[in-house]
């Protein structure tokens, strides 16, 4: 794999600053530059900046960062404006994005950082779009040595690095792969951001615009490799039901179209060692009897609903003018507090043994704990990534930063990884 791996740099050709952070004005980005300056401070173990299109809206979220912030420098760039863009990528070894929705902000960037050899991540859950920038410049950031990093939110963190702890233990104490693995949601309290709702309104209208971006959605495996894209038919939650192994009712869980599809890539990119036949899938339980059954009834009208009301553009303005958070909104600090998440995995071998692993975080999933496993992705990719082990080219949290996170996000960030009975 050496070929086409960027070079270490030398002290002198180091650049300017080990991480920038583009979005930091928006309502996800100025959480995570306050908790990179709660971690990190200004100018100390982590040379960072905060950068966004407006100078004027940076300098108002330098100024609410309170004390510390004041040291931190501020760069200007339009993710539409690509020079601006190189310039960006010439100053720092990372960037973390915040800007979404990436399908209609985010691909010069990623260009951008492909061809110069900077590390990137983000929070994009966007399947098509993550397949469009895959096969773009797969290419070009193998050559240049640039290692992208989609996905590192609560979408899809908690499932890739959960998988990923669940098999090791499975080859630890069972000496074999788990060829089933449900992830089941056993509770969880949170709500959506503006920019959250623009980017699933914008998923929602591209699969309908144009069959083949839908055909891309439905796959499981469309984040694989090109060699890698098809495979066994894989389990999936359309509406309630009952399911023996999580001893609960069911409903579907919006995120599982998003995580399996990291699952999959990660099980593809070490080579498929779980075997051919790994099943994966992801579910909202409701738990049992008939109040189980009542909700799973219950979140799977809602959630069709949303679909529904999202996909005609009547109700689609409607939803977007009346009912839901506009750019740069979101939940507020005490809703943040007040959230939480329980994920139980449950696996089995071919053989029948089985193994269970929960994941838990302390705060709302989509913004309270996404900041903070964002911002230890976003640190663990800039300073502790060495290029022997991670060479150039798309990744996924748990191929590219694995266990060097999952240590960070249990002593930093507030989740835990623990092996259940
Ligand atoms: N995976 C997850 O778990 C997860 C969780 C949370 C959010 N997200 C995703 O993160 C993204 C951001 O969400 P949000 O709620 O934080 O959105 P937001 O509040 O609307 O923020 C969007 C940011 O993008 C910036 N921006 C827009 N156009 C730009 C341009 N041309 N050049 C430079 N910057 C530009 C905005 O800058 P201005 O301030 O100048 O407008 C703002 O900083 C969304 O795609 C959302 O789906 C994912």
Known sequence: MSEGIRPLMTTSDKPEFDLVLLGATGFTGRLVAEYLLS????????????????????????????????????????SHD?????????????????VGPYALHGSELVAACAASGTDYCDLTGEVPWM????????????????????????????????????????????GQPLTRIRMGVERMRGTMSGGTAASMINIIEETRKDSSVARIAKNPYAL?????????????????????????????????????????????????????????????????GFAGRRRAWGWSLALGGFALGASLKPTRSLMASRFLPKPGEGPSAEQREKGFYRLLFDGN?????????????????????????????????????????????????????????????????????????
């Open 224 to 288: 694989c490799p090109e060699n890698a894209r098809e495979g066994v038919r894989q389990p999936y939650v359309k509406g309630p039901e009952f399911d023996e192994a999580l001893d609960s009712w069911l409903s579907p869980f919006v995120m599982a179209a998003i995580n399996t599809r990291i699952v999959h890539r990660s099980h593809a990119l070490q080579g498929h060692p779980w075997g051919s036949d790994f099943h994966y899938d992801e579910a909202m339980m409701t738990g049992r």
């Open 39 to 78: 971690r990190h401070g200004a100018g100390g173990d982590l040379r960072w900046a905060l950068a966004g299109r407006s100078e004027d809206k940076l300098k108002a979220v330098r100024d609410e960062l309170g004390p510390g912030g004041e040291a931190l420098p501020l760069l200007t760039a339009d």
């Open 82 to 98: 690509r020079a601006s863009l190189d310039a960006l990528c010439a100053r720092t070894a990372a960037i973390c994005s915040t």
């Open 349 to 421: 071998t071919a053989d029948g043994q089985r193994l269970r692993a929960r994941v838990t975080g302390d705060r709302d999933p989509g913004y309270g704990s996404t900041a903070k496993m964002l911002g230890e992705a976003a640190y663990t990719l800039a300073t502790d990534l060495p290029r022997d082990a991670v060479p150039g080219g798309f990744w996924t949290p748990s191929t590219a930063l694995g266990e060097r996170l999952e240590t960070r996000l249990t002593k930093h960030a507030g989740l835990t990884f623990k092996l259940v009975n």
């Open 131 to 174: 397949r469009r920038m895959l096969d773009a410049h797969q290419d070009q950031a193998r050559a240049s040595g640039a290692r992208l990093v989609h996905c590192c939110g609560f979408d899809s963190i908690p499932s890739d690095l959960g998988v990923a702890f669940l098999q090791r233990a499975a080859m630890d104490k069972l």
